[in-house]
């Protein structure tokens, strides 16, 4: 037992004796004193040389690396935000009648392709940039409201003018020119057709407001100031008033009128011979339309013979040639209003369909009376339009009003012009134009609304179509020959 003891107090000497040793510092110090005389040594030398040449090949690796990234990024395509100028300050309105100017700077600064210069004299376009705080990047690139752009077509629908002052706002001269006007505007009513007419116009804007090239320009939206459904008190006169602008129509053709038109008119693909009043041919003298419809269908033809015609292609041209081939026979039948030398008016064709439904709709053939500033001037109902603009007429009567009016040129850019209708006065049958004919109706119908002021005329219309080249006279120098046997046949050479 007692040597049992004696064993377990040396033990705990020996522990005592082991932890009382500082052998953790003198290790370390042996380490401290070696890493500072190594360096110095061959080994240590040839050591750290070694180690120096390899972070510097690493730098430069690394420096090279950076440089040649820097050169990547320059050569890639980048997105720049184009600066976008100042938007032009609106003015304000100085009374309720508001003109402006559809001359106006394109916006500066914007990719010369963008839809958006399109626009400038269309509409007025407002914008701005707002930037918020938000969350970690990784997280607003997945969200679909990080990054938005956001349009909106606002636009207002006009009221329609309903009294005289409201009238007189677009042509200060209108009750001189017509003094029977208040009393047709006590009792008149706004027509169907002028909803109609901007709801069209609303639709037709929601169908292509993103592509803002392709809508309805302030101009276009904004032609019309009033339509009005007028019964005169006394006479039941029914008459269909509306103002508008003036847009121009070069369409029509006739062949017994005008049996030559100029080759660049011939052969457009966009002069349309025909127009909605019409009448039959008098004569056998082709259509000088034809020629160039003919030549288009031969065209057609020999394209889609050609075997790398596609079959999409040789469909849509079979239905193109038959088109044509209808075209050209109706043409063989009917003549129409030319109107390069005809007064007329085009009315929206969905007012045509309301024939019968509508006893104020106006119809193809009916006699109107188209009032500018102080001049009055006869004319029909002579082609239909689309339904969502209004205020158009033929060249003739355009350039009556304005003789520097043409296809690209308006000769009435404002509200300016009141076209006085009268429904229900076709003339049956449809005949070749009358002027003497139309001047008579329109000064009778005029009549029965109170007449013309006293100052005014109404315009008297001359025929501008040239007179067909008579065909020379044979000149016979054989007195021995019969003047009334000659022929053309007696005269040729053998």
Sequence with gaps: MAEKNNLTDDRALMRRGRA?????????????????????????KDVVATLKRTQFAEGKAQGEAIATKAQMLESEPRLITPKVATPLPVPAPKSELVVTSPKRKPVIGVDKDADIRKTVRGFN?????EFTPGKLATLERTRDDSYVADFKLKVKIPKPATTVEELKVAN?????????????????????????????????????????GET????????????LEMTHPESNRKVFLFQADMDVVTDGSDGDRLSTMPDEVVKS??????????????????????????????????EIANSATSRERS?????????????????????????????????SINKFKARGIDKFAPHVGDYVAVIHGNKIYPAIVGDGGPTFKVGEASLRLARTINPAASSINRPVSNLGVTYVVFPGTAPKPKAAPDYELWHRECTRLLGEIGGIGTGYQLHKWENTIPEPEPEPELQIDDPTLDPSAVTPATLAPE
């Design 269 to 302: 693909t966009y002069y349309q011979p025909f127009t909605s009043y019409s009448w039959k041919k008098k004569t056998d003298i082709p259509n000088p339309m034809a020629a160039g419809w003919q030549q288009r269908i031969n065209k057609a033809k020999q």
């Design 172 to 212: 200060p001269e209108l009750t001189s020119v017509l003094p029977g006007l208040p009393a047709l505007v006590e009792n008149s009513k706004v027509s169907s057709f002028y909803k109609s007419l901007y709801d069209n116009k609303s639709q037709y804007l929601r169908n292509r407001v993103l592509s803002l």
């Design 125 to 129: 376009l407002k914008y701005k940039a």
């Design 315 to 347: 469909n849509w041209l079979k239905s193109r040639i038959r088109m044509l081939e209808r075209g050209i026979d109706d043409m063989k039948r009917n003549s129409f209003l030319i109107a390069e030398h005809d007064p007329f008016i085009v009315i």
């Design 20 to 44: 009382g040793f500082p052998w953790l510092r003198i290790t370390f110090f042996l380490l401290v004193c070696f890493a500072i005389a190594f360096p110095f040594t061959k080994t240590g």
């Design 216 to 227: 309805l320009t302030m101009h276009n939206f904004f032609d019309c100031q009033t339509m």
